[in-house]
Structures are given as C-alpha cells and as structure tokens.
DNA sequence: TTGAAAGCGCTAACAT
DNA sequence: ATGTTAGCGCTTTCAA
C-alpha cells in the first residue's frame, strides 16, 4: 500500500480536500460530525501527514537546527534535552549537530540547515560566525547563540556570565587558605575557556601573596584533566599548587584520577578542586566535586523561546540573557562539606 | 532577499529549469560551458537547493532515522557517531532520538520519522516492535534492529551476543578465583540485561562450588550503581560477593565509588570487577575498569550499510549480523594488568 | 544537449 | 461550513 494522501481521505470522506487540510489544521472551523467522519477515514487508510509537502507549502519545515560544540560534554546534553522538550511544546523538532569544536563541521551544519530550511538555529559557535549568520537571516532563517556572546551585537544570544564563574571558583579556593592557585584547561581559543581564566586572573589580584599558574590541556576532556593531573604530581610537593580550578567537570574528573592514582595526593587537604559544569557526574565522583553550576536547562529553554519569537517577527530587537553561575560546594574542596 | 529557485538560476543563466536541474543531480550529462554558467548564477543568487521540494517530488527523504535507548549511554554516542558518517558517505543525514527506554518516546519518534518520510530506521527497540514495523514497510520505509534481534525473523539486525558477553565476564571471574558471583543490573526486561545475566547463569552452572546472586538496580546510571555498592558495603565481609560483574560500564562506575567511599573496599583484591561496553571512561577511572567490550563503531556503520540496500531493494531477504564481544582486562579485576 | 510541462501533497485564499 | 483552485520548488519524462 502506498502512502494515502489528503486526497485519498477526502474522497472516502466525501468532502473536499480543503476540508481534510482543515480537520488537520484548525479542525475548530469544521463541523464536528464532519471531523469525526474525516478522522475515521483517515484511521482506515492509515493517512500520515506528508512533512515535506506541508513544508515546501509553508516555506519553511517545523524543526529547529542546533549546533553544539562537543556532543561527550553532559552539559550540552542537558541543554540539548531542554531545547526538545521547549521545541516540541510549540510543535517544533530540534535537529541536533556536533560540531566538536571544529570550523568546517560547524559550516556543514549549517548548510544541511539551510537546505532543510529550518525555521531558526540554536548556535554555540566555535568561531564567531556573524557573516554567515548574516546570510541565514536574509533568507528568514532565525538564529539565537547559545552560551556565548557574538561580538556583533545583531544576534540574540543566551549565555552564562564565564568571567563571574572563574570569580567565583578563584574566590572560593582562596577564601579557604590557597593561595598557589592553577587553572587547567584550554585551548585558550574557546571563549568559555579564556573567560573562565580571566575571571580567575581578576579576583587573584585583588588578593595579595596569591598567584595563579596555567596547565594547559589540549581537550577538554577526561583523558587530559588526567594527564595534567599526573604531570602536576610529578614535581616536588611543594611546587604543586594547592588549589586548582578547572576549566570543565570532565577535566576535573581527569584531575582527579591523576592526582590519586600516581600521587595519593589528598584532596581536599594537600590540593583542593574545583570544576565546572556541575555536570550529573560531579556529585558521583569519587571525591564529589565542587563546580560552578550553569543552569544549562534554562539556556536551552530560553534560547527556544527567543529563537521561536524571532521567528515569528524578524525585526524584533536582539535580547542577550545572561544568566549568573552558582557555586556548589562539596568535597574536593571542603572538608566540611556535607556531600 | 527571499530564497532563489531554480527558477531564477534558469533565468539569469539563461536555460531551462531542466537544465539547472540536470546540473545538481546528472552534471555529466550537460556541456561543460553550461555547467559553468548555470553554477555561476547559482553563485550569484546564493542559491540553496530546497530539500522539501526534493522529498516531495522524490517521495521520501534524503534521512535516516535512529532511535537509541538512552543519549547519555557513550556506547550509543559511538554508535550514532559511526551511523552518521556512513550516511553521509552515501548521502543521507541522520535524525536521532532517545527513546530513554520509554515506549511512548519510541512511538513518538516512529510516527515523526514517519511524517518525515525517512529512507529508513535504525532502531534499538524497547519492546519488539515487529507490528509497527511491518507498517512502516508498508509505506516504504525500512528498518534495522541495532544491538537486539527481532523475535520475528523479518526484520535485519545487527547486534552483538549479548550471552557470550555475560560468559565471557563471568568466566574471566571465575577463572581468576572468584567464587561468590553478583550480577549488578536491571531492569530485566531490557533484553540487553537479561541476555548478559542469562549468559553469566551459563557458566556459573558449570562450575560446581560457584554461586550468582542478582543485585537490581533501577536504570543502568552511575547514580544506580553507586546505591547498589553502597548497600553491597553494608553487608558483612563475609557475606560479599568478591566478584561482580555490573550490566553496563556506567554502574559499574558507579559500583566503582560506592564501594571505594563508604567501605574502602580494595578492588581488585577484595571484589574483582567487570563492566559492559569498554566505554571511554573505562580505561579512565580511578581504577581501571575490565570490561566486556563491543564494536560500537561497526555495529553502527553495518546498520547503516544494512539499511540502505534494503531502501533500495525492498525484497531483499533480511539478514541477521552477530559480532562477538571481546574482554579488556584491566586492574579492576587483575593485579597484573598493565592498565 | 536542452526545453517544456506535468505532478509530487499540502495549505490558504477565495468562492459558494 | 465546505468546495475549488493555485502554487510552493523540484525532478523527470518526452519532444525538439
């Protein structure tokens, strides 16, 4: 059996196709019995609504495109789950893409976005992509950043303030006694990445008699935080920091493992750790992590609904939300902690 | 500028709509200078093929649809990984949801592949779907059971014998000493779990003198396996297992920290402990997971392959791949590993 | 080698 | 409340 289409269902119906079109659209302007007869025919030939027709009708399909930077990282999970479930309460699907913190990935998205002709995209750009966005605009694709700032001011964006977070990670380590402080993480490219550390590098000087060293890795994964963590054990104790924050959870989980593995080096008493993320594995770790929590739900929620908006009104101003981190204290970088 | 058609490149190159369109699909078949006029204009215009137009008049998509059964599972994350760069070899992009071991979410997913007239679907069902999709191939799309067989014989598959899997961790355990066996995992009607658990059964038959006990968990998360070795920690010394092989990597993680935490249980040496799966962070835990490893990668690219020869010959007679699971031997369940 | 034209399934404007 | 119809952008015969 082929697929049936509104026109088989209006002849079993015996109404007009433009009455189906209706039942299926705004099936409040058509008389209930009228409905009712439509459904059925509908139920009996197993009528599926053609997406691709509906969208070439409309000019644009119901799905939203988003392009994360790392698909391993939690946190984009969470904000990508948050993002489908706002979508789908509109009507919307959300077509997700990895682009691994890798340019022509990012550019490949895109493209398959275009020709998809999406209503609008959800970005966390490796570079900033204001040009290309520029293009997307013009042929009425919307676009919202997420996580990250354009420099150009004409994109919504819905973003953390990362400067705060590293303020806020340096200023805890140092309210608790530390103060050969190390920040790693990298590479120094990625915005989130250098804000952290700026944030870092402000509040260490405000405060005299501390000071703040880079370990840079070269992903931020698990696998590097572990390699850094190793390379940190390997000098003389009183050459190691004793308070390091890391540029993500996933690194700081490395740390972790490194630190214990080769150095059984006590944490929180010889080296206390922060990470950043508070991704679900930070409160399971071995040592629970303290990390500077980022309310990826919400960035994922807002950025559809801003995005959905623009949609809509193309000439809406640009809103930039910026939503403030939160400091979770557990363990790796208080005794006391109850957790 | 509202998007070009191939209608304007026609125009301004000067040819027919045919023409443009034989250069996007059969540009061998057109004279070189035409060519290069026609792209050329599409230059000029930014011209971006219209994949609605294209599906509608092709009658299906240029997608494939992939449903796994849980997006925080890197197993799954690997295999989507792999899936996607073979359709992208051959053409296709992939749309893919998380059925989050939920048969409604399976449902929803199905009905929006549906809708969008996918070539075809890469499903890790809940239950056996055999029903709907016989449906599906009544409407043209086909489909492939990745990491499950179907009960009904009809439909291809790929996946890895879970049974052997389970053999081979319990035999490793039992042929390292272990005599007081747990299985760590659930729920059991994941067809996954119980094949794992059902081929451990197996080989503890074999050994007279060896025992296996069921410990259950919720959902197979780093959360649940914690819980599990916490209580485990509870019992008296006597009482433990001292071999435990966990459903998947993700609880034995979490087995991991439980019995670290509270009961400074030394692993390997008191419990001897083996995952499933050899995710990423097997060989980067605190200590070193052995684990039941599977070919994520070619499970995922031979579902593809799979897949798209049965789009493309409906009546091909289906096939049933099998890979067979390999053990990693790691310190978590040997003094002597090197890893 | 190229052009002309039909038609995929749908929605919305307009007519009844 | 329902029917009729044009047309979205594309591919693909068929004819020239």
New binding site residues.
Partial sequence: M??A???D??ALA?????????V???PE???P??VERVMSAMQKLS????EA??Q????HSQALGLITLSGGNPFFTDLATAAEDAAADAGYSVIVGNSNNLREREAGYLGLFEELRVRGVLLSPVADPARRLRQLRDRGIASVLVDRVSTDESFSSVSVDDVAGGALAASHLIDSGRTRLAFVGGPLEIRQVSDRLEGARREVEKHPGVSIEVVPVAELTVMEGRRAGEQLVQRPPAQRPDGVFAANDLVAVGLLQGLFINGRVAIPEDIALVGYDDIMFASASVVPLTSVRQPSHLIGQTGVSILLEEAEDPDLEPRHVLYQPELVVRRSSSLTATD
């Fill in positions: 082929a697929s289409s509104v026109k269902v209006a015996q109404v007009s196709v433009g009455t189906v079109s209706n299926l659209n705004r302007i058509v008389a019995e009228t009528y599926v609504r053609n027709a509906r070439l009708r409309l000019g």
